[in-house]
């Protein structure tokens, strides 16, 4: 079945480091692929989405490029701020919402 | 609001009571899902319901849960006899569909956090 793989964490950064979080995933047809964003005490948001190959998705200063031949959606940002610890996920959808086991990170001052 | 809503925010109960929790989705959103997040831990996939096509339940756990929607309104998830596994934060989502697939992304409530004493 459908499933999405992504790195464990917690991934500890100092503030205007490079992360990447990994995610792979693995589906039967075209998926649409999500990252979503849990802060400390707050609901799920979406973060970016790609809808086909080769698209990149981006906001708040994140990427995630869609690529088709590796099944890989990494998200990175070139510079990250405290603001930015939270819980990752990394999701993909054909029918319903996959969801991986999210990745943590924390960002110190 | 224009967010999806869920209550309680917080229910505490006993092993062995049936809880009732429930999900007003976005207006206009065909679809509305829900998760479980246990501790730590990913979201689970419960149950989909899409407009008045048959719920997706591949998701349910076991015999004990169960949900309902109305038309494309409100959802209620109903544990049953409930146990002490079933502590988590449930979760309601809901989204646009066009034609077959599900590219559009899911809004999430704020979820209810469900204790068993």
């Known amino acids: 079945g459908d499933s999405v793989t992504q790195m464990e964490g917690p991934v500890t950064l100092s503030e205007e480091a490079f992360l990447t979080i990994n995610c792979t995933y693995t589906?039967?047809?075209?998926?649409?692929l999500f990252w979503y964003v849990q802060y400390p005490g707050e609901g799920l948001q979406l973060l970016l989405k790609a809808t086909k190959a080769d698209d990149k998705g981006s906001n708040k200063g994140f990427e995630a490029t869609y690529r088709k031949e590796t099944t890989s959606f990494h998200l990175e940002k070139g510079s990250v701020q405290v603001s930015d610890s939270a819980v990752y996920f990394c999701?993909?959808?054909?029918?319903?919402?996959?969801f991986g086991t999210g990745t943590r990170l924390q960002v110190f001052p | 609001g224009a967010g999806v809503s869920q209550s309680p925010s917080n229910k505490v109960t006993e092993k062995g009571k049936d809880v009732e929790l429930r999900c007003d989705p976005i207006?206009?959103?065909?679809?509305l899902y829900w998760y479980r997040q246990r501790l730590g831990q990913g979201l689970e996939f419960l149950i989909y319901f899409q407009g008045n096509s048959a719920p997706d339940k591949s998701g349910l756990p076991s015999d004990r849960f169960s949900a309902e929607r109305t038309g494309e309104s409100v959802s209620t998830l109903t544990i049953q006899r409930t146990q002490q596994e079933d502590s988590a934060v449930y979760l309601c989502a809901s989204s646009y569909r066009t034609g077959g697939r599900s590219n559009q992304p899911q809004h999430f409530g704020d979820g209810t956090r469900l204790s068993i004493l």
């Open positions: 589906a039967t047809g075209y998926p649409s």
């Open positions: 207006s206009g959103h065909t679809a």
């Open positions: 999701a993909l959808t054909t029918d319903k919402l996959i």
